[in-house]
């Protein structure tokens, strides 16, 4: 019963059985592998991009510093969201790849960016004097980290108001699938269709062993990005590994297929959860994440029943009154059960006779 | 029959295996998995330094720009060989990762720094002026890019001089493996005990999909390493797969064993090559590497049998006066095959006994 | 009647003399001038701090982007107030300087850090979790960039926070002299003695020509800023000519003078100000800027006779309702006159009767 | 007597005078003095450029750096003499300013890249190889630093190798006065006609007391260069000191006057240096800087005498053999008098004649 992220679980089995089958004979290192050139080839078809740059890394850190590297100068600012990977997880990495460039953090519920608190932020910075940094780029998140999922008119919303003070903006898709799978729209009308430039397309979290795509609509700074890429340690040599991941990930839609079951079974959990009183959901659960509070004790019963996830934020604790709230995020990825999830609900379920007896 | 790089061969099947083996169930993200417990044990007793700290990331230009990042600070220098990897081929990595030092170009023979050009160089930045750039650190690489292998005497040359001088000295040690298979010297004895302070040892270029470990035999860095390696975006979530490559790759000593394959292979290559008339061998190929040159025709003779390598410099060509000489490198890697050999140097001698006839 | 900034001002008298008298003969560059051994030895009476490194350079931003690039590593965040001079007016000069740092933005009154605030914003800041960026030092500022001055009192109680974290504290103290001369304490209470590490020490915006101080009472940092400053390009050639300003500056306490005449000024416009209806001072204007609203109409007026300030914010524009308030920031100088006061004053206050009339 | 460098001689009058005169009153800060305005219309009449961009700072370091920051990617190399200034003498600011891109050093006599040595270097740089850095920008430097000048034919020379490679052009004019005046050529002759993209225009050298002009012919990358001069701290509040500096010394060609000074005590010493017997001249010696060499006991004799001077390289010393050689770099300022030169030449020449007696 692992919920602590869905980097936690395995690799699918078609990803670990591409990257045994890439191992035959020899093959051109850092991207010239034949494999590379499909995968490019199927992620168009997927955008609905001929033109696209596509590049892959092992990281979605990355990903995500290397694409904001490429859309916003030194001395520029990104906004995103507070609670943003970029902003939270990542050690400054959009900090140290784009040369010291900031982030101008908004707020917004659910981890989603308010429009008009995005628009506050840009206006907030004055263009054109040189005493403050310069308005650079606009970075979403799509699952958000709440697990909030932007709909097409809200990524379209976002990307208006920074078309309209001409600025790029970046997607962190780290678990784009899950997003595409809660939506049913298309990657494309999620994507460079609402005005998105550069997506960081995940892989890892999704059944991946470990393997994220930068895609580049205007491929104007594709040069750059791989100049970034080398220069950075992401530059893999023995890219056919990577490559077949890839293009196992796309094959057959698994990665849709693997996203609808991870978002299947936190569905089953937020509906479980929902019905238990006591329970109380903190954001949408749109996707494969679900944040939920309830009574103390029943997290200790859950974590004695072999739970693992992460109470959050994290400064919260175990030791303290029973029946106080105490929340929790809970990450189901594509290789959860649903008796793992019934096995986590009936554990929490089980405190609440137990407290009421 | 493909010589161009250690890197365009296949994995190991025991590395293969071993990652798919990794793939079951549930594991601790971001390097707290079981696996790499036991590679840290592991590769502290390969070096017998048991206070050594071990990192893993997943390329060999992301092990030397943080390890280098960890030694010399922006406004110092690095010295290491005009040809060395750190210099020539990670465009800048370097100088991005330790926030824009400089590497200051030391000659000698075989891609080996010389002992008195090293001393120069060093004796050549003068010492608390504030208008030039400080000394920082040595990097020495071993196999060098030219094939040749330091001795423990070398290494332990090369690092009095740095330390005479207080600097601390880095090992890319992307073929290690190779250098330990050729000199049956321990891995001890080549680096901590000769003074080197921190290793860049290979897996990937040796047999793994993508594997290198970064050992700082002197762990008072160790926090700020983890700190670089996450900000650079080189901290794996799934990390069970670097882990599962890693201690794959230690068991049984199969990183030797792949090694010895590669040089035996390289060394029957250079013998056959010897054999030959017009075949000069312009380097030692002490390890997995042979640099040579021979009449243009056999070239042509070679690549027309399928013959895959560089010529070296890439400025060559195969155009032009049949007789002249042109230089190639071959990389033989554990899977190159006896037949492989034979068929290239089958290929050069046709041409000779053509060229005769 | 320039209300502008203290840097429209003109430079004392004495200062200009210093520098031309400065002029006579060869002086060793670069910092080696005898001058500034005894810049040196005097601003350590100044701060009682007989260890204490002492460099000049000739802007603000410099010398609190390399102050804080000795005191915050790469992968940390300096905790400032949201509108410190740092993270507004710099254009990115910290992060740039530190290779990438952050800024965490604290709130409170009057631009002074609220210490729960501070508190909160390094709490939030897990340590050790190498996901997040790590905890590297706070900056305050004296006087605020809102004119308050923060007394002995405050300045122990934010270090106080930073030192429990193990963090140190650097001050902008650009206006350093207009806190000195507003408070009565001695620099070392407001510095050193109360926790602060690294002191921006101004002489530009009170008088000088263009020269600041840093001081570190802790010289383990100064080959290090040394380094720093000549890389940033902030090591003068013509050395002497920093020197000569700051002995000046220093000498017979002219830079409490000047500051003292500053303060004398600000305290007849606020208290002018607040004596006139329709008047609302906003902050507590306690060294030599004054922010301050009234009706628009004043100011239309006001600017018509000549005088000159900037609307704060500066979004702010003269046209629109006429009763409608608008604020402006008021900064006066060392050789602002009490009549410039006045007739700004009368220029307002005329407006009043103008309306009644 | 001073000859260690002319950064040790004062100021000419007329730029102090002027600076004192500029402190009537109030002015704009950061360049929008009326007085900065008359500067930038003044030097683009000076390099026949009116489209130039004009931005003063405080040192050459900072000027160098801002100028190749604006010509160079991270990922890319500056091509430059090995002994240039930008190479040995900035303590990494180019790297720094850059974000860490590369110096590829050239050789070539007195200091003056070679030509072909520059086509090699840059032929040497693989373009479109995404290993390896890239091409970036040609830095030149006039006056040498072994105190040759460049003609406009060599100028062009290095430029046009640079343009047929699609490069711009950095011209490091610390002593660029030096170089007009030596040759008579124009400084558009010198710079924008021959290919030159962007200029160091010195100052400091050359009379004033400390201000650098980069001048961009190509203002496309003027704002670029704004951000970049406020993030690196270089944009000055008291901007006017430095307009009135740059007002004066461009005043009725000063700046030529100075330098034309400067040079005639060079010629003369070096004149002065060619008669006496056992003194070898090893630089040309076109602008204002004297290299030389003669036996030790001369050195001794003219440093006794008062004369301060580097010996070149600096690790020769006093000590040893009288009658071995040991060289001096000899510069002489708009300030140094024929009875300096005079007293020199004495000193050195009495120790021949005691030697002989």
Not at 190 to 218: H, M, Q
Not at 239 to 244: D, E, G, N, T, V
Request: aromatic content about 6%; hydrophobic content about 45%; glycine content about 8%.
């Amino acid at each position: 019963m692992w919920f602590t992220s869905d980097n936690a679980g395995p690799a699918a089995p078609e990803i670990v059985a591409a990257v045994a089958a890439a191992n035959a004979g020899y093959a051109a290192p850092y991207g010239a592998d034949a494999a590379m050139a499909r995968v490019t080839a199927r992620l168009r078809e997927v955008f609905e991009a001929p033109e696209a740059a596509v590049y892959l890394v092992g990281t979605g850190t990355a990903a995500n510093a290397l694409a904001l590297a490429c859309l916003c100068p030194p001395w520029a600012t990104v906004y995103c969201h507070r609670e943003a990977h970029v902003a939270e997880d990542e050690c400054g990495a959009p900090e140290f790849y784009t040369g010291g460039a900031k982030l101008t953090l908004v707020d917004g519920p659910d981890a989603r960016m308010d429009p008009e608190a995005l628009e506050a932020a840009i206006a907030g910075t004055p263009q054109g004097d040189v005493h403050n940094v310069q308005r650079g780029a606009v970075s979403i998140t799509n699952v958000t980290e709440r697990g909030a999922v932007l709909s097409v008119t809200e990524v379209r919303r976002l990307c208006e108001i920074a078309k309209r003070h001409g600025l790029p903006v970046h997607l962190d898709g780290a678990r784009f699938a899950n997003a595409v799978a809660a939506l049913g729209s298309t990657p494309a009308e999620l994507t460079w269709r609402a005005g998105v430039d550069a997506v960081s397309f995940g892989g890892t979290k999704n059944g991946c062993l470990g393997v994220e795509a930068v895609v580049l609509f205007d491929p104007a700074r594709a040069w750059e990005l791989e100049l970034r890429r080398k220069r950075g340690g992401h530059l893999v040599s023995k890219h056919r590994y990577l490559s077949a991941q890839m293009e196992a990930y796309l094959e057959g839609d698994l990665w849709l297929r693997l996203a609808r079951a991870a978002n299947a079974r936190a569905a089953r959990l937020a509906a479980g959860l929902r019905a238990l009183p006591g329970v109380r959901l903190q954001h949408p659960a749109d996707g494969n994440i679900v944040f939920a509070g309830w009574p103390r004790a029943g997290h200790r019963r859950a974590q004695s029943a072999g739970a693992r996830y992460y109470l959050w934020p994290m400064s919260q604790s175990l030791e303290g009154p029973a029946d106080a709230e105490v929340t929790a995020r809970l990450v189901c990825n594509w290789a959860t059960t649903e008796p793992d999830v019934d096995r986590l609900l009936a554990a929490i379920a089980a405190e609440e006779v137990a407290e009421r007896a």
